[in-house]
T-cell receptor, first 112, second 112 residues
Framework: SQQGEEDPQALSIQEGENATMNCSYK?????LQWYRQNSGRGLVHLIL?????REKHSGRLRVTLDTSKKSSSLLITASRAADTASYFC????????????FGQGTRLTINP | KAGVTQTPRYLIKTRGQQVTLSCSPI?????VSWYQQTPGQGLQFLFE???????NKGNFPGRFSGRQFSNSRSEMNVSTLELGDSALYLC???????????FGQGTRLTVV
């Protein structure tokens, strides 16, 4: 079963705009990771944020984590056509840190 | 540094057969996990191995099994294949439990 929900399920924006995706989860976590997947291929690791961190940046990516609300957001700034993909959040649970529990993902489409 | 390598990339099997998938982790990574991805269930954890020992197992029937060798390479086996086993099988490697998990390109299994 999935850990939580990702919102929205699909997002379509114009190139150059910012894209924001949200993720909610249910249990206490050790960390939260975001991944990108292109057309049913492998998952590309984007960023990891630990439970004691509130915000993290990597290039055009900004991730926030609110453990009190059990939610995270991924912001992609100045989007490009190559950012078109599905984006997943995955939580590493405290009790089961060895496995990742994934959301259903957000399908992002960047229109040129 | 080479990434996670999964072989084969594509497989077509008939119901009742068995299949073995292979995963070579990133050099130095001792943890290997397997995930199944389907359109209906999303990404689901199968099992995780560390130093040749299975440490964690997901909610899958006993037809799904795996093992890890002394060089950290892992294999996953599915016996008595069913149509519902058609999926993308992803392998991920980690250096330690609470660190980033890096995924391979996956093996696309089709059961006919």
């Amino acid at each position: 079963s999935q850990q939580g929900e990702e919102d929205p399920q699909a997002l379509s924006i114009q190139e150059g705009e910012n894209a924001t995706m949200n993720c909610s989860y249910k249990t206490s976590i050790n960390n939260l990771q975001w991944y990108r997947q292109n057309s049913g291929r492998g998952l590309v690791h984007l960023i990891l944020i630990r439970s004691n961190e509130r915000e993290k940046h990597s290039g055009r990516l900004r991730v926030t984590l609110d453990t009190s609300k059990k939610s995270s957001s991924l912001l992609i700034t100045a989007s490009r056509a190559a950012d078109t993909a599905s984006y997943f959040c995955a939580t590493g649970e405290i009790q089961g840190a060895q496995k990742l529990v994934f959301g259903q993902g957000t399908r992002l489409t960047i229109n040129p | 540094k080479a990434g996670v390598t999964q072989t084969p990339r594509y497989l077509i099997k008939t119901r009742g057969q068995q299949v073995t998938l292979s995963c070579s982790p990133i050099s130095g990574h001792r943890s290997v996990s397997w995930y199944q991805q389907t359109p209906g269930q999303g990404l689901q954890f199968l099992f995780e191995y560390f130093s040749e020992t299975q440490r964690n197992k997901g909610n899958f029937p006993g037809r799904f099994s795996g093992r890890q060798f002394s060089n950290s390479r892992s294999e996953m086996n599915v016996s008595t294949l069913e149509l519902g086993d058609s999926a993308l099988y992803l392998c991920a490697s980690k250096m330690a439990p609470s660190t980033e998990a890096f995924f391979g390109q996956g093996t696309r299994l089709t059961v006919v």
